[in-house]
Antibody, heavy 121, light 106 residues
Framework: QVQLVQSGAEVKKPGASVKVSCKASGYIFTNYTLHWVRQAPGHRLEWMGWINAGNGYTKYSQKLQGRVTITRDTSATTSYMELSSLRSEDTAVYYC??????????????WGQGTLVTVSS | SYELTQPSSVSVFPGQTASITCSGIRLGDKYACWFQQKTGQSPVLVIY???KRPSGIPERFSGSNSGNTATLTISGTQAMDEADYYC?????????FGGGTKLTVL
């Protein structure tokens, strides 16, 4: 069965960077796009970007462009999301989510369990 | 930037029909999908490509999309359907989520 298992909670200081991993199993990793979505406490879901797990092509939200980097390691069937220059507003649960295809069009056929990132001095 | 607008809350009695709307400029020209999120849990896809249900989603969940509005309809609403619901669409290659609607089953 399809599973996305994310790394554990993180606490970071303002200005630092965080890197969250998403280990995929139960399907052919390179046949699907992976999305990253975050949710600040009590707020809406926010799409951050996606990565074509086959060719590594990425697309990011304009709001986070320049601070977010999504990568993947095909041998480890794992995607990574790194967010830099952290600020308090980045405190959120970060999710990875698999699309239904390699062409991005449904950001979340399957979801990881979420990773809480807390930014605090 | 493209925006999707949802009502903040909808209430329904058990067994009745709940309708949750999502509005955006020419949304009917795009595909919409819907996610259910229960408290403390990851979202679950309930509708994609406007009207399609993933396997395992009950038939009481249905969707439509025309003009500027997409609608999620839950027929014969059950207590287990109480959750936040989010619509989603693409603005070119950028993903956009609605603000979410809290569905309360009275």
């Amino acid at each position: 069965q399809v599973q996305l298992v994310q790394s554990g909670a993180e606490v970071k200081k303002p200005g630092a960077s965080v890197k969250v991993s998403c280990k995929a199993s139960g399907y052919i990793f390179t046949n699907y796009t992976l999305h990253w979505v975050r949710q600040a406490p009590g707020h809406r879901l926010e799409w951050m970007g996606w990565i074509n797990a086959g060719n590594g092509y990425t697309k990011y939200s304009q709001k986070l462009q320049g601070r977010v980097t999504i990568t993947r390691d095909t041998s480890a069937t794992t995607s990574y999301m790194e967010l830099s220059s952290l600020r308090s507003e980045d405190t959120a649960v970060y999710y990875c989510a698999r699309d239904r295809s390699i062409v991005p069009y449904v950001p979340g056929d399957y979801w990881g369990q979420g990773t809480l990132v807390t930014v605090s001095s | 930037s493209y925006e999707l607008t949802q009502p903040s809350s909808v209430s329904v009695f058990p067994g009745q029909t709940a309708s949750i709307t999502c509005s955006g400029i020419r949304l009917g020209d795009k595909y919409a999908c819907w996610f259910q999120q229960k408290t403390g849990q990851s979202p679950v896809l309930v509708i994609y490509e406007d009207t399609k249900r993933p396997s395992g989603i009950p038939e009481r969940f249905s969707g439509s999309n025309s003009g500027n509005t997409a609608t999620l309809t839950i027929s014969g609403t059950q207590a287990m359907d109480e959750a936040d619901y989010y619509c989603q669409a693409w603005d070119s290659t950028t993903g956009v989520f609605g603000g979410g609607t809290k569905l309360t089953v009275l």
